[in-house]
């Protein structure tokens, strides 16, 4: 063939070929090697038209026949010449859309060059794509064993991190992906794309589907390429700490805070040394020292009108979270979160100014005559609407909505890996499931676009995203809602509670309106029940025996609450402390009986008892109680909730602030009064009383059951009525406003 007839029938074959008439290409191919058997190169497409016509078994023999004869050296080159004709091929068949077809080519590249790391790493991503990725495909084919030799000429470093991405998504919790995650690090020219990558994975594998240790062993691997990186440091600290490693945890937010020089760093650095220490339960001592140099910090940093980036101060506004489990002291406490939050809110928006007046002006469009009458848009806003506390208290107000007066979005913080049955709930009740990372501008224009009336939300300081996206104020009204007290954000309009939760003076207090509802801020129709695995034989306490019991994560556990409750169990002869709760267990233990010595008790009388998987069991667990002691000046909340469904009488400390009246306001809306104290002395005064008094606990007991079909604690479809008052009141005042405006 001349160089003219060449190349019109080679372009005539690739125009067949892209025809998928592959029967017409494979014949002028054929054709060509009749005329010229010499040349190899006929013979590399003809397979491949053959591979595409079905024919696997012929173009492996042509291909074969292709090589047949070549010296060692030629059969190198011939097969290299080979992989880049089926390698061009399976990249158009890719960018079609025909990923079956581009995987059947790169096998069969395999099985001509088992080692050609890019064509492994082209397999894995599209069989990720078919999605019929396992991870167990890592170790068949080789590839984390191929790494690992660190023989390769050739590796595409941007392919390489694609499929890493892809296999964290795609099979985040296989053996065989973090072997892959280690094997890659030999490959980086640049470390800081690979630190990324595994830094978000392991922030969300953590708080998104709670596989703290998991997280941990990936994030050693961004440490080990960066290990003085503050931010690697403080996430670290972070997922030691919720993963109950609580001694790690202290260590590495110290180091962490060795590390940054900034003052605004060095303020958060306080913040999470005192998370650690407050966890484990047992370091009062300690975190009281760091509070005051937290509140020297935080004043100084205020004083000085100090700017701090972005990121700095979206993290600042949790700063001040613990300082109710410190001391009950409203003014103080409201004092120092409305401070933090608003130098938080200045410093955003200046970053966000833009963002901030594009939602501020498509609210300021006139009202219509229908916008009174509206069916509005609420939006609830969480990390927590899963198997947490408040994912099993807000299920009901989800439940009772009027949805022909209100359409319910639901907006889940970090919840793209979250799949728990209470979650899934949530999400087939809700109009609208926007399952977000933790990127707060991306979720608040969502909030935006969806043009929601009122946003809710039940995070508050529990987490920053969710305050960030406050901060933004994608919603024309936002109001917070039982997941802790208020924030003090500026942009936030109402606080929801009741008239026990807040005292009457606590108005001033706040930067945020205070919207009580008639008789409870919270409700609940039950709780589910399972099997208790707790008996008194198997505690070694006898059936005659006054058993009290307390539940609560380590920072509750304040050493002088602790002393009281040491108080009433040395009045109450034949008594038992039954302990629960996450914490370090050996520190909360010395600290526990360190406290009990000093009382005059016998350590003999606490039983420590450990954690089980189910709250459905916790609550079961319950009944063994004869009286439930209360925290203070935190109080429980939803274990508040559950001792009072479960028919136990409780004794609590009633405060000034949010967290010191929660059991209050449930007790009063339970329809009980016995157990509620509001000295030091009366707490320990009730919980004798309820000790030594067989005949005082029944009464209490049949209270708490007789009442459960009348009390306004155990009525979510009124309460539920009560809060879509709230909103249309307070949807009302926004139309009014602005139309006085």
Not at 43 to 71: C, D, F, I, K, R
Not at 127 to 154: A, D, P, R, V
Not at 183 to 199: G, Q, T, V
Request: proline fraction near 4%; hydrophobic fraction near 40%.
């Amino acid at each position: 063939m001349d160089s003219t007839n060449t190349a019109n029938w080679q372009q005539q074959a690739y125009q067949y070929m892209l025809q998928a008439n592959y029967t017409q290409a494979a014949s002028l191919y054929e054709q060509a090697i009749e005329a010229e058997p010499s040349v190899k190169s006929h013979y590399w497409p003809l397979g491949l038209m053959l591979l595409l016509s079905g024919q696997e078994a012929e173009a492996q023999m042509t291909w074969l026949l292709g090589m047949e004869a070549g010296e060692p050296e030629e059969i190198v080159q011939l097969t290299q010449q080979l992989m880049e004709v089926l390698e061009v091929e399976a990249q158009r068949q890719e960018n079609l859309g025909n990923n079956s077809v581009a995987w059947l080519i790169r096998q069969h590249m395999r099985e001509i060059n088992p080692t050609d790391v890019n064509n492994l790493l082209s397999l894995i991503q599209i069989t990720i794509k078919l999605h019929n990725f396992t991870g167990e495909e890592l170790f068949s084919l080789g590839l984390i064993e191929i790494l690992q030799s660190e023989t390769l000429i050739f590796l595409n470093g941007n392919l390489l991190l694609q499929v890493l991405k892809s296999v964290l998504n795609e099979a985040p919790s296989h053996p065989a992906t973090l072997g892959f995650a280690e094997a890659c690090i030999s490959y980086l020219d640049d470390p800081y794309p690979f630190i990324k990558i595994i830094f978000d994975f392991s922030i969300e594998i953590a708080y998104s589907a709670h596989k703290y240790f998991l997280a941990l062993s990936f994030m050693e691997l961004a440490l080990r390429l960066a290990p003085k990186d503050p931010e690697i440091l403080l996430f670290m600290s972070f997922l030691y700490q919720d993963a109950g490693e609580h001694s790690k945890g202290i260590e590495i937010a110290k180091l962490f805070s060795s590390i940054v020089e900034d003052w605004p760093s060095k303020l958060y650095a306080t913040h999470l040394i005192i998370r650690g220490l407050l966890n484990a339960g047992a370091f009062w001592s300690e975190a009281n020292l760091l509070l005051q140099d937290y509140k020297l910090m935080l004043q100084s940093l205020i004083e000085d009108e100090q700017s701090v980036n972005y990121t700095t101060a979206v993290r600042l506004y949790a700063s001040s979270y613990y300082l109710p489990y410190f001391q009950d002291s409203l003014p103080n406490n409201r004092e120092i979160h409305n401070q933090v939050a608003r130098f938080c809110q200045v410093s955003i928006e200046k970053y966000e100014r833009e963002r901030i007046e594009k939602y501020l002006n498509k609210r300021k469009k006139p009202f219509s005559s229908k916008s009174h009458n509206k069916r509005l848009k609420i939006g609830y806003l969480s990390h927590c609407l899963r198997r947490h506390s408040v994912g099993w208290i807000a299920r009901w107000l989800f439940k009772y909505h009027d949805r022909d007066r209100f359409e319910i979005n639901g907006y889940f913080i970090n919840a793209k890996q979250t799949n728990d049955v209470l979650h899934q709930m949530y999400v087939d009740q809700v109009s609208k499931a926007y399952k977000s990372g933790i990127e707060a501008p991306e979720v608040a224009d969502e909030i935006d676009r969806d043009e929601v009336d009122i946003l809710v939300d039940l995070d508050s300081l529990t987490l920053d995203t969710t305050c960030n996206i406050l901060a933004l104020k994608p919603a024309p009204i936002q109001a917070t809602w039982l997941g802790w007290d208020a924030s003090g954000i500026p942009t936030i309009d109402y606080f929801i509670a009741d008239p026990y939760v807040l005292p009457e003076f606590a108005e001033e207090y706040y930067v945020e309106k205070i919207w009580r509802l008639p008789q409870t801020y919270v409700a609940v129709d039950g709780f589910e029940v399972g099997i208790p695995t707790l008996r008194r034989e198997d505690l070694n306490i006898g059936n005659d025996a006054v058993i009290y019991f307390s539940s609560q994560m380590g920072f509750k556990r304040n050493p002088e609450i602790v002393k009281l409750q040491m108080k009433i169990l040395k009045e109450v002869p034949n008594s038992y402390f039954l302990i629960k709760g996450t914490a370090d267990r050996e520190s909360i233990q010395n600290f526990f009986i360190e406290i009990a010595e000093s009382e005059g008790v016998n350590s003999d009388r606490l039983r420590f008892l450990p954690d089980v998987p189910f709250e459905e069991v916790h609550r079961a667990n319950l009944s063994i109680a004869d009286v439930v002691l209360d925290t203070y000046p935190y109080n429980g909340a939803t274990t508040t909730l559950e001792t009072l469904w479960m028919g136990i009488p409780l004794v609590t400390r009633v405060g000034e602030q949010f967290a010191s009246r929660n059991s209050y306001t449930m007790m009063v809306n339970a329809g009980i009064t016995e157990g509620i104290a509001w000295t030091d002395d009366e707490y320990v005064e009730w919980g004798v009383r309820l000790g030594k008094d067989v005949n005082l606990r029944q009464q209490v007991v049949w209270k708490l059951r007789s009442q459960k079909q009348t009390s306004p604690l155990w009525n979510g479809r009124q309460f539920t009525r009560e809060m879509e008052n709230a909103y249309q009141q307070m949807w009302l005042k926004y139309l009014d406003s602005g139309e006085k405006g």
